[in-house]
């Protein structure tokens, strides 16, 4: 379907409005998280191997390319979590779906001010501060 | 020329098909109702599990540089952190893995395609949760009898 300027679909509340794009970034996210997660219990299960095995996987992490991909991870999460409040509030509370513009600024208010100090904090840790 | 047609729901197309115990009155299982329930809350829970595991390995101490073997076993000297690591392990493998089941419903056209893709998702999945699990329970960090860690004396 091609997709029409805003103003011209005036109909609608959801397509190509925050809503949609929210739904979209939760499957993304959620997607990335996943995929991380099989990779991140295969490295911890090296701690079965040997400490060698673990500290020399782990080691080849420690690099400022892997420290920013981390940074991503953490940003994903964040959204992913507080999007996740998000719809539970929207879906069980009587308010939510009235307020639904509000919890939608909220969620960008909490993954900023979690962000920032991990993002502050982390790569100070990753170039070596 | 054919007529276009107009697929069935997938996420239940064979629930609807059996009737019989454990359904509701229009022939469907209850799976999605307790599946959309589920991802509700256990994502609550992973919210606390995952940005508690974040905090105190990336925040806290060194953060990244100070993550190795002896930090690992320092953590998993205490049945806390145990607990905590196991339950994060089978809520986000399950979370995930529905999450990952939802998407495949949606977007894999053909049943053939759904079909071999949840059985992959399936097949990781319960590798990955068993390996976890026996990682958890069978972990010795003082295998090595010459082993310096301060967990180990």
């Known amino acids: ?129 | 020329m054919t007529t276009p047609e107009i697929a069935q729901p997938r996420s239940s197309s064979r629930a609807r098909s059996l009737k019989g115990g454990g359904r509701n009155r229009s022939g469907q299982t209850n799976f999605e109702l307790y599946s959309w329930l589920f991802m509700r809350l256990s994502g609550l829970a992973l919210v606390v599990l995952v940005l508690g595991h974040l905090f105190v390995n990336l925040m806290l101490g060194g953060g990244i540089t100070a993550l190795d073997f002896g930090f690992v076993a320092g953590k998993w000297a205490n049945p806390l952190w145990q607990v905590w690591d196991l339950l994060m392990l089978w809520l986000a493998m399950l979370h995930g893995t529905n999450g990952l089941r939802t998407i495949i419903n949606d977007y894999a056209e053909k049943d053939q395609t759904r079909f071999w893709l949840k059985s992959l998702l399936i097949t990781a999945s319960i590798v990955i949760v068993v390996l976890g699990t026996l990682v958890i329970f069978t972990f010795d960090p003082c295998l090595d009898p010459s082993s310096t860690l301060s967990v180990c004396k």
Not at chain 1, 54 to 82: C, Q, R, S, W
């Open chain 1, 1 to 129: 379907m091609p997709s029409k300027p805003l103003k011209l679909s005036p109909g609608t509340l959801y397509r190509g409005h925050e809503g949609m794009w929210s739904w979209v970034a939760h499957r993304i996210t959620g997607v990335g998280i996943f995929f991380f997660l099989l990779v991140h219990v295969l490295d911890t299960a090296l701690v079965r191997v040997s400490p060698e095995a673990y500290n020399e996987v782990i080691g080849t992490y420690k690099n400022p390319i892997v420290g920013l991909m981390e940074v991503g991870l953490v940003g994903a999460i964040l959204f992913h979590a507080f999007n996740g409040i998000r719809l539970i509030l929207v879906d069980f509370w009587a308010k939510g779906p009235r307020n639904q513009r509000k919890l939608m600024i909220g969620v960008g208010v909490v993954w900023v001010v979690l962000f920032v100090p991990f993002v502050i904090r982390h790569l100070t840790h990753v170039f070596g501060g």
